[in-house]
């Protein structure tokens, strides 16, 4: 259902020129359901995927690009300004995960996350940003994580990268506002997606971990099968994409208002016990 809080950001403008809105990642998961869930409230939606992707029957133009490489993006953020004439909404959802001991990671594969989780974000902004300071207005909703909030044992590689985006659109959002662009984050937790199926594992096993990290792989697919559906972090996206004037970060997802709420209130002590006995770490 379209959302109808008169603090809505007036950004669908009319049905004859729809505000514009670019998705990254959109080919499956959250990025699929944000690409719908946006077309619903009205917005002209470009998504991308690594791969041409086929026609989309539910209105989504997808296009092909690459995070990681600069002429990709460039030639992207291109076309769509060519066939829409602008950019008012920027949805940095790509990304991959990575479940493994912290020193199972050589520099190079840790290189590599950080290219697409962080340095993706930080093209895809810088590529969009030209063309919202001359509109004088724009949102960017940045994907993070609960792993951007706490500790991750096994996922620390992936979790510094969230961290890495915490950081630094906060610190954007602050640089921004004079041209009245907007950057936000969205903090999903555990969503029923191919996350799991889809991580990286690590390119430097180490014997002496191979117990832990089986067991963290059994409580990750647990958590994902009993996790928010995509569309729950959809419906999160499309709030802290409209409101006129947006919190700094939303937690989507009853779990991950938990996670949040536990993390700012409870005693450092008592949340490193609980956090080592929901992973199955001894105290």
């Known amino acids: 259902m379209p959302l109808k809080s008169k603090e809505k950001e007036v950004v669908l403008m009319n049905t004859t020129n729809p505000s514009v809105a670019l998705v990254t990642g959109a080919s499956s998961g959250i990025g699929l359901a944000t690409a719908k869930a946006l077309r619903n409230e ?160 690590p390119d430097l096993l180490i014997d002496i971990y191979d117990s832990a990290r089986a067991g963290m792989n059994v409580i990750m697919r647990k958590a994902i099968e009993t996790g928010d559906a995509p569309e729950v972090v959809a419906r999160t996206i499309v709030e802290a994409a409209t409101t006129f004037v947006p919190k700094r970060r939303y937690a989507a997802g009853k779990m991950a208002r938990q996670v949040s709420f536990l993390r700012r209130f409870v005693p450092e002590s008592a949340f490193d016990k609980s956090l080592r006995k929901q992973n199955g770490l001894p105290a």
């Open 42 to 201: 009205g917005f002209r939606v470009f998504g991308t995927s690594r791969r041409v992707a086929a026609e989309r029957s539910d209105g989504t133009t997808m296009l092909a690009c690459d995070v990681t490489d600069d002429e990709s993006v460039a030639k992207l953020v291109e076309r769509v300004l060519a066939e829409a004439g602008r950019i008012d909404l920027l949805v940095n959802n790509a990304g991959m995960g990575l479940l493994g001991a912290a020193e199972e990671s050589s520099t190079v594969q840790a290189q590599a996350l950080f290219d697409v989780n962080v340095f993706g974000v930080l093209r895809m902004t810088r590529a969009v940003l030209p063309a919202m300071r001359h509109q004088g207005k724009g949102r960017i909703v940045n994907v993070s994580s609960v792993l951007g909030l706490i500790p991750a044992p096994y996922s620390a590689v992936y979790a510094s990268t969230k961290h890495a985006i915490e950081g630094y659109s906060e610190s954007l959002d602050h640089e921004l506002r004079t041209f009245g662009i907007r950057v936000v984050l969205v903090e999903p937790a555990y969503t029923r997606t191919a996350f799991e199926e889809n991580q990286a594992r």
